[in-house]
C-alpha cells in the first residue's frame, strides 16, 4: 500500500508491471527539478507520449503532465539526456520486491540501466552494461556498500522471498521467531499491511507464530497475491492509502490504472501552478504585502514548533537520554537500515517513539506525545535544545525584519528616466578576444592558430606577459602590462577559452612566462606548428584554475557587449550571465544569453541599441564546445 510516506516494494511492482505493458518505448526529455525530484517525458508506439515522474526516497508514476521544465537545465538531467535520450526503453524490472526498480536503456553504444531508488533518503543511479556505476545523484558510502561512480553497483543487504520456492519458503518460516504478520512484512519486504492481506487471503490467523503456519496455503496467497499485482489490478484509494488491488479501508475509490491512482494519491506541482495562474493578478504592492504576511504567519508557527519541541524533550528528557545512547552506540556497528528495521520490530518503549529515520543526518525524529522532534543521535540532549534554541531566535529576528518592512511600506517603483547612450567605437583589439581586467590592464586572446602567430609576432611587447593553458589547443593570451590578477582573472580566460572547455574539464593548469622565452625557433630535427610557441626557461604556474566565463552589456562609458572571466566582468557590466562547461552548443548558449539579457536590459532599450547588443556580438565571447549557462544578474 502506498502511504504519503511513500510506496511499498508490493506497489513498486505493480506500478513497472503497467509500464511494462506499454513496451517499446523510447527516452525523450529528461527533466530535474530540484534536489529529489525528476520527470521524463517518454514516447510510445502510435505517436503515445508519456510523462514520468520520481520523487526519489518516496514515489514514481507516470503522471498528466510534468511539472514547469526548468529555465536552466540542472547538471544531472543533462547528464541523462546525453546518455539516454532517444534509446529504446528495453526493460522495466524490479529487484526482488524491494523498492528498488529499473530502466534498461538501449543505444547504439550498448545498454545501460537507470535505477531508481525508493527508500530512506532515496537515490537514482546510472550504470553502464557491466553494472559499474557512472553517476549517481547522490554520493553515498554505506557500511555494506559504496554509491559512487566506478563501484560495482550493489543491492542493500538483506533479501526477499519473492525468489523463494516453496521448500525454502516454508524454512523461512520455520526458522522465525516472530508471529506469521511480523515475519512476512520483514522477511518478504511486504510491510505490515500487505502481510495482513495475505494471511486473509490464505484463511489463517495473523498472530499465530510462523513456524506453525501452513506454508504452503501461505506460499498459494503470497504468489497469487503478486501474480493478480502484475497482471489483474483494481486500484483503488482508500482511507489507508493507495492499493494496486482492493485492500484495508473504507471510502474507496477506483481507477482505471495503478499509475492514475498514484498520481491522484500523490498529486504533483502542475496542477497547483495550473491554479496559480487562474488566480485575479494582484497589483505589485498587494503581492509583497501578501509575502510580508503570509512570511510572518510562517515565522510564528515556526517560533511555535520549536519552543513546543523544547518543552516536549525537557517533559521525557530521560526518555530522550536513553534514546541518544543507544543509538549513538548502535549506529557505530550497524547500518542505518538496519537500525530501522530493528526499530520497527522492537516493542520496546524507546523503539516506540522513533517514527522516522533519517541516515544522511544520524537522526531520527520522535513522536513525544503527538509532538514531533528530531534528534541527531550523536550529539548530547542540551545540544540538540541548542539547535531548536537556535531556531527560535533565528526565526524571531527574522519576524521583526519583516514586522520594519511592513512598517515602512512599499518603495515605489522608480520609472528610470529614458538614458542617452554611446556606442563603443570599434578598436584593433576588438577582432581578437579581449577583456580589461578589474584593475584596468588589456588582455588579448586569440581565436584560432593565425591570430595566435599575429598576437606574438606583432603585438607582444617587452613588459607583456605571454599566458597558455597547459593543454594542447587554445587561446595564445597576451597582457599588455602588469596586472594584479594574473593568476586569476587572466588564468581563468587562459583556461576558458582552451580545448580544456572543449573537453568537459572544469579546471586547468595555466602557465605564463616573459617575451623573451618565447620563440618560433625549433630545435634541430623538431618542428613547430603553425599558432605554436617554444618556451624555453622556467615557466610560471597557477595551478587547477576553475574554467568559467561571464557574457555581460556594458553601458558606461560606452555601450558593448563583452565577455571573459566572471569578477572582471562582474565589475563592468549593468547586467551579465555565468557559463561553465556542460552540454549546448555555441549557437544554442549565444541565442538563450541573447534572451536573458533582452530580458534584463528591456524590450525598447535592446531594439534602440540593436547595432551593438546582438547575437553575434555575444557568440564572439561563448568559449568553444559545450556550454550551460548556470547563472544571471
Request: contains cysteine.
Amino acid at each position: 500500500m502506498a502511504d504519503q510516506k511513500g510506496m511499498s516494494g508490493i506497489d513498486v511492482r505493480a506500478m513497472t508491471a503497467e509500464l511494462s505493458e506499454k513496451l517499446p518505448l523510447w527516452v525523450g526529455k529528461i527533466y530535474q527539478y530540484d534536489a529529489t525530484t525528476l520527470g521524463i517525458r517518454i514516447n510510445g508506439e502510435g505517436g503515445a507520449k508519456y510523462q514520468f515522474f520520481v520523487e526519489v526516497g518516496r514515489r514514481a508514476h507516470l503522471v498528466g503532465a510534468l511539472p514547469e521544465a526548468p529555465k536552466f537545465p540542472l547538471s544531472y538531467a543533462m547528464l541523462l539526456r546525453k546518455h539516454l535520450e532517444g534509446g529504446r526503453v528495453i526493460e522495466v524490472g524490479q529487484y526482488g520486491l524491494q523498492r528498488i526498480f529499473y530502466i534498461d536503456v538501449g543505444k547504439k553504444g550498448g545498454t545501460l540501466r537507470l535505477v531508481f531508488e525508493l527508500f530512506d533518503d532515496g537515490n537514482i543511479i546510472l550504470l553502464d552494461g557491466e553494472g559499474v556505476i557512472i553517476k549517481p545523484l547522490w554520493h553515498h558510502r554505506f557500511k555494506d556498500r559504496a554509491v559512487v561512480p566506478g563501484e560495482v553497483y550493489a543491492l542493500p543487504e538483506g533479501t526477499d522471498c519473492s525468489g523463494y520456492d516453496e521448500e525454502g519458503f516454508a524454512a523461512m518460516l520455520a526458522a522465525s521467531d516472530r508471529d506469521l504478520v511480523r515475519t512476512l512484512a520483514v522477511n518478504c519486504l511486504l510491510g505490515g499491511k500487505y502481510a495482513e492481506v495475505i494471511c486473509a487471503a490464505a484463511g489463517v490467523d495473523k498472530n499465530m507464530p510462523a513456524p506453525e503456519a501452513d506454508a504452503s496455503a501461505i506460499y498459494a496467497a503470497f504468489h497469487q497475491t503478486l501474480a493478480t499485482i502484475e497482471g489483474d489490478r483494481h486500484p483503488v484509494i482508500t482511507d489507508k492509502g493507495c492499493w494496486p488491488v482492493p485492500g484495508i479501508g473504507t471510502e474507496k475509490k477506483e481507477y482505471p490504472s495503478f499509475n492514475e491512482a498514484l498520481e491522484a494519491f500523490y498529486p504533483t506541482t502542475a496542477a497547483e501552478k495550473k491554479a496559480e495562474k487562474k488566480k485575479p493578478k494582484l497589483s505589485r504592492e498587494e503581492v509583497i504585502l501578501r509575502q510580508q504576511k503570509a512570511a510572518l504567519k510562517k515565522f510564528d508557527g515556526k517560533i511555535a514548533r520549536a519552543e513546543k519541541a523544547i518543552e516536549a524533550v525537557y517533559t521525557h528528557y530521560t526518555q530522550v537520554q536513553e534514546v541518544i545512547a543507544v543509538l549513538d552506540q548502535v549506529s557505530k556497528e550497524r547500518s542505518w537500515q538496519e537500525i530501522e528495521a530493528v526499530l520497527k520490530e522492537s516493542d520496546l518503549p524507546a523503539a516506540q517513539v522513533v517514527v522516522a529515520v533519517h541516515p544522511a543526518d544520524a537522526a531520527v525524529d520522535l513522536d513525544l506525545e503527538g509532538v514531533q522532534v528530531k534528534v541527531y543521535v550523536h550529539e548530547s540532549v542540551e545540544v540538540n535544545l541548542q539547535h531548536y534554541y537556535d531556531q527560535i531566535k533565528k526565526f524571531k529576528k527574522k519576524k521583526q525584519g519583516a514586522l520594519d518592512a511592513m512598517a515602512r511600506g512599499v518603495p515605489k517603483k522608480k520609472e528610470k528616466p529614458k538614458e542617452t547612450f554611446t556606442l563603443m567605437k570599434a578598436k584593433w583589439f576588438h577582432r581578437f578576444r579581449w577583456f580589461y581586467t578589474s584593475d584596468g590592464v588589456l588582455v588579448l586572446g586569440g581565436r584560432d592558430a593565425s591570430q595566435n602567430e599575429e598576437l606574438v609576432k606583432r603585438y607582444m611587447e617587452g613588459k607583456d606577459t605571454f599566458v597558455h593553458a597547459d593543454v594542447h589547443g587554445g587561446s595564445v593570451v597576451i597582457v599588455k602590462g602588469e596586472t594584479a590578477h594574473l593568476e586569476d582573472e587572466v588564468a581563468q580566460f587562459a583556461a576558458s577559452y582552451s580545448n580544456a572547455w572543449k573537453a568537459g574539464h572544469f579546471t586547468a593548469d595555466v602557465y605564463m612566462a616573459r617575451p623573451d622565452q618565447v620563440s618560433k625557433t625549433p630545435e634541430s630535427g623538431e618542428y613547430v606548428a603553425r599558432g605554436a610557441f617554444i618556451i624555453r626557461g622556467e615557466r610560471r604556474y597557477a595551478h587547477n584554475v576553475t574554467l568559467g566565463a561571464a557574457i555581460g552589456v556594458q553601458f558606461r562609458p560606452s555601450v558593448a557587449v563583452i565577455g571573459g572571466p566572471v569578477e572582471a566582468i562582474k565589475q563592468r557590466a549593468e547586467h551579465f550571465i555565468e557559463l561553465t562547461p556542460g552540454t549546448f552548443g555555441p549557437n544554442d548558449v549565444a541565442r538563450k544569453a541573447q534572451r536573458v539579457l533582452k530580458e534584463k536590459v528591456g524590450e525598447e532599450t535592446w531594439k534602440s541599441l540593436r547595432t551593438a547588443l546582438n547575437t553575434e556580438a555575444i557568440a564572439a565571447f561563448v568559449p568553444p564546445g559545450g556550454t550551460d549557462i548556470v547563472g544571471e544578474e
